[in-house]
């Protein structure tokens, strides 16, 4: 099969190449891939500082897949040839609280991914993909959805009429704008581009808050918020913003800390942070028992994710660059 390996950090390592077609064993699906789409962790792998010392070489990347099985192990029962799955990306994580070593079973590393024309997800670990979605639309879902729902559901408990903070508008970000608009909530959003905001707006957002003109942009939060703060903040830069995330945040209010953009350490002002009494949780995607239950969501509330570009298999160094660049929504490479 065709596969784009990479050989070594650097994108100019990132080569399209071949290489055999599993074969899936005992209670694995072989699924046919359709499209994949690009999460900063994979081109974090990429790049060489998302855990390198775990990353094989060569690597198939890339966690995000949609598609159909086309071939089954002995004894799969949840799935059949012709049924269209999605992978997720801690592959081993089915439900309740996550164990120890789930990162050592992601897909896209250091599991091969989903950026070639076949892979192998186990029966246990595939998602079916809402009847209502393309492959490329799903392929949007497993990293960038989930994780919106998570910090939403199951760790923010948002109910209908609270307040949420999201930060930019990439994928993880336009996913929880649009699935906390549809729980109810007032979502607040900040972003670099005026542009962006008014994006957000039609798709629910309340209010903007473009961090370029506001450095200090958690007191316009406090403004918006009648000095109160949010009640649930979705952190997707992490670095030093996460004390300003502290002071957007109510009194015992919720930070969900997804991203690392502004860097992979802080320096905390504990002062704030007890005073305040906020809950940060760090959110590491999710259990597919919670993706089970979010497609659902999606297909009750015909939620269409947000795609910025659609790219060729043989695009893949452009899709790269486009998410380095940003992007609103999501970048999806179509396989097949």
Known sequence: MKAWLLENFGLDNLVLGDTATPTPKAGELLVKIGAVSLNFRDKAIVDGFYEPHMVPKPLIPVSDAAGTVVAVGEGVNRFKVGDRVNSHLYSRWIDGEPGPDEPNYCFGSPLPGGLAEYMIIHEESAVR????????????????????????????????????????????????????????????????????????????????????TFPRWEEEVLKLTDGKGV????????????????????ASGRIAQIGFLNGQTTT??????????????????????????????????????????????????QAYQHLSRGAFGKVVIKVS
């Not at 809402?130 to 994780?147: K, R, Y």
């Not at 649009?178 to 581009?193: C, P």
């Not at 009640?231 to 109510?250: M, P």
């Not at 760090?282 to 999606?298: H, K, Q, T, W, Y």
């Open 268 to 317: 905390l002002n504990l002062m704030p942070l007890i005073f305040r009494q906020t809950t940060i949780r760090g959110i590491a995607v999710a259990p597919r028992s919670s993706f089970d239950r979010m497609n659902e969501f999606l297909n009750q509330h015909t939620i269409k994710p947000v795609i910025d570009h659609v790219y060729s298999f043989d695009e893949a160094h």
């Open 129 to 212: 993909v809402p009847d209502n979605l393309s492959d490329e639309e799903a392929s949007t879902l497993p990293i960038a959805a989930l994780t919106a729902w998570y910090s939403l559901v199951d760790f923010g408990e948002v109910k209908a009429g609270q307040t949420v903070l999201v930060q930019g508008t990439g994928g993880v970000s336009i996913f929880a704008v649009q699935l906390a608009t549809a729980l109810g909530a007032k979502v607040i959003v900040t972003s670099s581009k005026d542009e962006n905001l008014e994006a957000v707006k039609k798709l629910g957002a309340v209010a903007g808050v473009n961090y370029r």
């Open 231 to 250: 009640d649930l903040l979705l952190d997707v830069a992490g670095g030093e913003g996460l004390n300003q995330s502290i002071a957007a945040t109510k």
